[in-house]
């Protein structure tokens, strides 16, 4: 019983962390000013820069909207963890 749940919580616990990871590469990818563009093969990289435009909208997006995101589940984490801890002193 203790183990099923210890298991459950563990897989629960890996998913909010590959999330968090996964918003951050994206994060990340708003936040660069240039483009890599791969057609077939990695000799054919091209390498554009964004408008300026472009540059300032990507960035207010990811200061916005994605870090909004990522702070939202690094709360939703730290209340899983503390559930966590709660439940395996208390078992």
Known sequence: MIFNTFFLI????LLYFFQILIWQQIFNHFRVSKIYYEESSWFDTK???????LIKKDKFFASQKIKGKIRQLNKIQKLFSLF????YFLS
């Open 84 to 87: 966590f801890i709660v439940f």
């Open 10 to 13: 563990s897989i629960f616990f």
């Open 47 to 53: 390498i554009c820069q964004k408008l300026c435009f």
